[in-house]
């Protein structure tokens, strides 16, 4: 792993070892970071730079969960290495980035992917295939609402003053999500962003978005971190010609009408299922894919989409929400 920050710690980390994954090296310039590593996680291999982690012969497949700030070098560096890595999201910071790490992996013959976490998520895995499934059958209408207090503690020194924060860093999550259901990318997109009096975060904390993917399917985004309250929280839905979806991240409130079914609201019991985290999704397609030589369900060149999404987005929030060509898609998309 190539950075080991508080959420590395909280969650790739503690995931990978449930799963069974050893983690044989970690590089981060940290003192108290290394000194986790070690003594939490039993690591033996620490480095400052991670240059030496890529040379270690005993690192197969690299994991990068710095700041988005250091991506391009990293990549350029595995790849030049000949070792597979997986990057945090986002992907880079420009679709430009993103085009040259996806080149150089393309070129080097390994495989590249992004955490696109939130897919392995119960409820966003489970929508995905119901609607692969046809149980509400062509959707036209998906939405994500989600209300969260991130903006009350803001104790976060990189997220709490970067700018297009609810968009780059975040919406890389939801506009994926969208992608991810209807297996189509969005043609054309409109952003609209605003803040509240006294909030912390140097970047706005509302989010309202809109996607028009052509072909009667429209997708809606409303999220705000602005919370002083307790009630947050999250809902999607999913609306087709013949049902809707309504469910929650978790999983835990699954509410399918489908005219299949076709005696009313359904309420989908998933409390027996055991479920792994949901970064273990991704990591685990992704070793797979290795194993199988495939490409990632969310590989570097399958993320570009979400990624000129999200920058179609942050380019309208900054015209007061006009509506902007996404580009490179054409609706139908391997997402």
């Known amino acids: 792993m190539v950075g080991f920050g508080e959420f590395a710690q909280r969650a790739h980390a503690p ?25 939490q996680f039993g690591v033996e291999r620490i480095y ?11 690192v197969e497949v690299v994991d990068l969960v710095t700041q988005p700030t250091l991506r391009e070098e990293v990549v350029l ?18 679709t430009e980035q993103c085009r ?20 392995w998520m119960k409820g ?15 959707p036209f209408f998906m939405s994500v609402e989600i209300f969260g207090r991130q903006d009350e503690l803001a104790n976060h020194s990189f997220y709490s003053q970067c700018e297009d924060y609810l968009t780059l860093h975040w919406n890389t999550h939801l506009a994926d999500l969208l992608r991810y259901w209807s297996a189509q990318d969005a043609r054309r997109v409109a952003a609209f962003t605003a803040r509240m009096k006294g909030q912390n975060y140097r970047s706005d904390g509302l ?3 809109h996607h028009d993917f052509g072909s009667g399917l429209t997708g809606h985004i409303i999220h705000s971190e602005l919370l002083r309250s307790s009630l947050a929280g999250n809902q999607c839905r ?8 309504v469910f929650d991240f978790a999983g835990e409130n699954i509410l399918l009408e489908s005219r299949r079914l076709g005696r009313g609201v359904c309420r989908l019991d998933t409390s027996e299922m055991k479920w792994m985290e949901a ?21 570097g060149q399958r993320n570009l989409a979400t990624i000129r999404t999200v920058m179609a987005e942050i380019e309208s929030a900054r015209t007061g929400g006009q509506w902007v060509d996404v580009g490179g898609g054409n609706g139908e998309s391997s997402c």
């Open 279 to 299: 970064l273990c999704g991704s990591m685990g397609d992704f070793l797979l894919a290795i194993e199988e030589d495939r490409e990632p369900s969310v590989s």
């Open 238 to 245: 999913i609306d087709g010609d013949e049902g809707s979806l």
């Open 77 to 94: 560096s595995a790849a030049s290495a000949g070792k597979h890595i997986i990057v945090e999201k986002p992907l880079g910071q420009t």
């Open 207 to 209: 989010l309202i978005s």
């Open 15 to 39: 995931d990978y070892v449930a799963a069974g994954w050893p983690i044989v090296a970690i590089a981060v310039s940290n003192p108290a970071a290394q000194r986790a590593a070690r003594e």
């Open 124 to 138: 966003n895995f489970l929508a995905h295939h119901l609607v692969r499934g046809g149980w509400i059958g062509s």
């Open 100 to 119: 040259r790490m996806v080149q150089a992996a393309e070129q080097a013959g390994i495989k590249l992917a992004v955490h696109q976490n939130y897919r």
């Open 48 to 58: 400052s730079d991670y240059r030496s982690l890529i040379d270690d012969e005993a």
